[in-house]
């Protein structure tokens, strides 16, 4: 029998320093998150980051957490019962990292007669940081615990047309309401080293700003084309003038370089240059969480404001839209019914 996972990248269980603690240190300990030798990563993640990070971090989770819990899983859980609803197989929820754990997401899926599991990473661009660390842990746990299991996956969805209509039609709403002279799409950003590890060609990446135009094998796995993308279809298919929107990449960790330009200092440069009224979008999640409520939603907006904005908008996550819900649940029974 099938059966469907979705897969977001979890929270920590509550805002406890300790809690916070545990949960970055389980993320950043990923080698797909930070890919460095063990013993690097040991030292840089256990020795520096956990000492004042959880802290900083406990304190942001605390602004925007909510009496259900943490919005990302608060609203991973809503649109798992409404996906349920819609799809023919059992469909189970899991995270990254945290609860419920991908172990026990499958353990559901085995418990219902489910020999054949559609991995279903909820992340529009792939990223080795996001996706390939959810493939390569399911791989291992089925290989480990459930042999009796075969895993599918639903590739990275940037270009979908589906996606892209439900996307773009999310965004013009708030585009009727907030009527900005400027619309941010704002990524999650990456280190650039991530981009070129991932680069399958080993030599397409250059990271200067042509090579994510230029078609190549490279982009299957290319999130910074993958991003360019999405943002090109989703204004195709509102018609917006090429000066009305722009893309850059978020929520920097650390001192190597990530992949540029970066979303505090583009918003901070539009509220100098004059620009009063301004819309982000966060494309790369599809639930609201920490980085659009707090990084773009307070954070984001209190600088813009600081700096010379008057308005601004946080365009809200595709969380429960309904076109979104029938996107995600029409992809699972096409792969059910194969
Ligand atoms: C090296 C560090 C990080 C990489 C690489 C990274 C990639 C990445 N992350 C997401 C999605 C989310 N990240 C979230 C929070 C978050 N991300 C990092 C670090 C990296 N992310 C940290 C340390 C944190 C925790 C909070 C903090 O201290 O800033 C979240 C929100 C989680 C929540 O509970 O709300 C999401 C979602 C993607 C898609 C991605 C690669 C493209
Ligand atoms: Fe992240
Ligand atoms: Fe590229």
Redesign the pocket.
């Known amino acids: 029998m099938k059966g469907a996972l979705l897969i977001?990248?979890?929270?920590?269980n509550s805002t406890s320093v300790k809690d916070v603690r545990n949960y970055?240190d389980e993320?950043?300990m990923d080698e797909y998150?930070?890919d460095k030798p063990y013993i690097f990563r040991a030292l840089l993640v256990k020795g520096i980051i956990l000492n004042t990070?959880p802290k900083?971090?406990a304190a942001?989770?605390k602004k925007i957490w909510w009496d259900e819990g943490?919005?990302?899983i608060v609203l991973s859980e809503r649109l798992h019962e409404k996906v349920k609803k819609q799809v023919d197989i059992p469909v189970e929820l899991a995270m990254r990292y945290g609860k419920p754990s991908l172990k026990s997401g499958i353990q559901k899926l085995v418990d219902q007669g489910v020999t054949e599991i559609y991995l279903v990473p909820l992340?529009p661009?792939f990223?080795m940081?996001?996706t390939e660390t959810i493939l390569a842990l399911a791989d291992k746990l089925v290989k480990k615990y459930f042999p009796q299991v075969t895993l599918n996956d639903l590739p990275a969805f940037y270009n979908r047309p589906d996606y892209i209509e439900a996307l773009s039609e999310s965004i013009q709403k708030s585009l009727d309401t907030a009527k900005p002279e400027h619309l941010l799409f704002s990524y999650?950003g990456?280190?650039e080293r991530?981009i070129r590890k991932s680069d399958v060609t080993k030599s397409h990446c250059k990271l200067d700003g042509s090579c994510c135009n230029t078609p190549s094998p490279a982009h299957e796995f290319c999130?910074r084309h993958q991003c360019y993308e999405t943002t090109k279809l989703v204004a195709e298919k509102l018609n917006l003038k090429e000066d009305f929107y722009s893309v850059s990449f978020q929520?920097r960790?650390?001192r190597d370089p990530w992949i540029k330009p970066y979303t505090d200092f583009v918003i901070d440069d539009l509220a100098k240059d004059g620009l009063k009224n301004l819309a982000v979008v966060t494309p790369?999640?599809v639930s609201d969480?920490?980085?659009t409520l707090e990084e773009i939603g307070m954070e984001a907006k209190a600088s813009f404001i600081e700096n010379g904005g008057e308005e601004f908008t946080a365009i809200p996550c595709l969380n429960e839209d309904e076109k979104w819900i029938k996107t995600l649940s029409n992809w699972i029974n096409t792969w059910a019914e194969k």
């Open positions: 977001n990248l979890g929270s920590p970055l993320f950043l998150v930070i990070r900083k971090s942001a989770y943490s919005p990302l992340y661009q990223a940081a996001s999650h990456l280190p991530h999130y929520s960790l650390g790369a999640f969480c920490l980085e």
